[in-house]
């Protein structure tokens, strides 16, 4: 299952500053496992603990996995995967 | 690396008023650019806090997809990243810094704790490191910096 990852600027460093790079499998986890596999680092700035790390957003085409089975969420032949982090912070 | 923050006023003017309008929350936001190396804060997107909090502020997951791909889309960049402080002067607090993922955005903050005056500060968050940069407020990016002092403009 051939998907296409898209990298967002602070994780480039991780794909030799590729935007975007050509991964397999069948659930976001095994994505990101494919990918660690050839660029190692990547996967402890998306996951803690087994879950997706509070402030990472990760899109199957339009949807956030947060509401689709997270790192279980699954993808297919031809997919997106978005890799985004958030946008947040505070006074506190 | 811009040490600065070139930016004209009428973007200055719209950011103080998002923060204004949402006050008490926190109100947060883009300024887009071209990604051409210019540096150079153009379109004005005001976000939505999706948290509407006093003390906290985070794009709405759906809200983040659209603009990056918007952006992606126009060849452009976030070259401002803005919100503001309610309550506390503009600077970066802890979480402020921890949650910075841009390292070529210039993070702007404003504060409204004071009804009349508000502070508008710029900085560069960096592997949890802050360095406040200067503002430099034009009223249009085609006549300021025309050249070097030594070189004539053409006329």
Redesign the interface.
């Known amino acids: 299952m051939a998907v296409t990852v898209s990298i967002?600027?602070?994780l480039r460093t991780h794909t030799g500053g590729e935007k975007s790079v050509e991964a397999s499998g069948k659930t976001v986890l095994e994505v990101i496992d494919d990918i660690e596999a050839r660029h190692s680092g990547l996967k402890d700035r998306l996951v803690k603990d087994d879950k997706l790390h509070r402030?990472v957003?990760v899109?199957v085409n339009?949807e956030?996995v947060?509401f689709a089975g997270g790192l279980d969420a699954e993808v297919s032949d031809g997919d997106t995967v978005?890799i985004?982090?958030?946008?947040?912070?505070?006074?506190? | 690396m811009f040490v600065v923050l070139r930016i004209r006023r009428d973007l200055v003017d719209a950011i103080v008023e998002h923060a204004r309008r949402d006050h008490p929350d926190?109100a947060?936001g883009?300024i887009a650019g071209p990604d051409d190396g210019t540096d150079r804060p153009e379109r004005f997107i005001p976000?939505l806090n999706a948290?509407r909090?006093?003390?906290?502020?985070?794009?709405d997951?759906?809200d983040?997809?659209k603009l990056?791909r918007e952006m992606d889309a126009n060849d452009e960049?976030p070259v401002v990243?803005y919100?503001s402080?309610?309550?506390?002067e503009a600077y970066?607090?802890r979480?402020?810094v921890k949650?910075?993922?841009?390292?070529?955005a210039h993070y702007v903050l404003v504060s409204t704790r004071d009804p009349e005056e508000y502070e508008f500060r710029s900085y560069r968050i960096v592997d949890g490191a802050v360095t406040e940069e200067p503002v430099e407020v034009v009223e249009s990016y085609m006549f300021a910096n025309t050249g070097s002092d030594d070189v004539p403009d053409a006329r």
């Open positions: 967002p600027t602070i402030f957003n899109y339009d956030d947060r978005t985004l982090p958030a946008v947040a912070g505070g006074s506190r | 926190e947060c883009v976000m948290a909090s006093p003390t906290f502020y985070e794009f997951s759906g983040l997809l990056y960049i990243i919100h402080h309610t309550a506390t970066p607090s979480t402020d949650l910075a993922q841009e390292p070529f």
